[in-house]
């Protein structure tokens, strides 16, 4: 298994890095139902604003790719990442169900760009060698999340 991982390339491996970090740090979805139950949201409040956000996505990914069509994957990339910094921000302060609608429609903003990562995918993973690529690519972030939720629910329940 560390035998194949070697042998891809530098922006294969570089790329899988960035989505081991990245996948710790979304540790926000699994706590937003604590953060709601904190704030004494009711279900059917929680359930609305995630469908106005499921909505505001529905519309946003409709007008916003189009518009996107020209620009890089590295920089759409890199977009992506930074509106999926906002929502763990924004909960951080979260003191109202508006903060948390807020955070959810943010979060729902990143699925905009999730063209990006698939023509990114498409350039740095040679074709021969591209299932065993996304093979690694799924199961290496989860593999990290598995190791290190634990740890921030420890430290977090500590």
Same mark, same amino acid.
């Given at each position: 298994?560390?035998? $194949?991982?070697?042998?891809? $390339?530098?922006?294969?491996?570089?790329?899988?890095?960035?989505?081991?970090?990245?996948?710790?740090?979304?540790?926000?979805?699994?706590?937003?139902? %604590?953060?709601?139950?904190?704030?004494?949201?009711?279900?059917?409040?929680?359930?609305?604003?995630?469908?106005?956000?499921?909505?505001?996505?529905?519309?946003?990914?409709?007008?916003?790719?189009?518009?996107?069509?020209? %620009?890089?994957?590295?920089?759409?990339?890199?977009?992506?990442?930074?509106?999926?910094?906002?929502?763990?921000?924004?909960?951080?302060?979260?003191?109202? +169900?508006?903060?948390?609608?807020?955070?959810?429609?943010?979060?729902?903003? +990143?699925?905009?760009?999730?063209?990006?990562?698939?023509?990114?995918?498409?350039?740095?993973? +040679?074709?021969?060698?591209? $299932?065993?690529?996304?093979? &690694?690519?799924?199961?290496?972030?989860?593999?990290?999340?598995?190791?290190? &939720?634990?740890? %921030?629910?420890?430290? %977090?329940?500590?």
């Amino acid at each position: 298994m560390l035998k $194949d991982f070697k042998e891809f $390339d530098k922006p294969v491996k570089r790329y899988m890095l960035m989505h081991w970090i990245g996948g710790f740090f979304l540790i926000y979805q699994s706590l937003l139902p %604590v953060y709601m139950n904190r704030l004494n949201i009711k279900i059917l409040s929680a359930g609305l604003m995630i469908t106005g956000a499921a909505i505001a996505d529905a519309l946003l990914t409709r007008f916003v790719s189009q518009k996107l069509d020209k %620009v890089s994957p590295n920089k759409a990339i890199a977009l992506d990442w930074i509106t999926e910094a906002l929502p763990p921000f924004i909960y951080a302060f979260a003191n109202s +169900s508006l903060f948390i609608m807020a955070g959810t429609i943010f979060g729902k903003l +990143s699925n905009v760009l999730n063209f990006s990562y698939q023509v990114y995918e498409n350039e740095i993973f +040679s074709k021969e060698k591209r $299932d065993k690529i996304y093979i &690694y690519h799924m199961i290496t972030p989860e593999i990290m999340t598995c190791l290190l &939720y634990p740890l %921030v629910g420890h430290l %977090v329940a500590g």
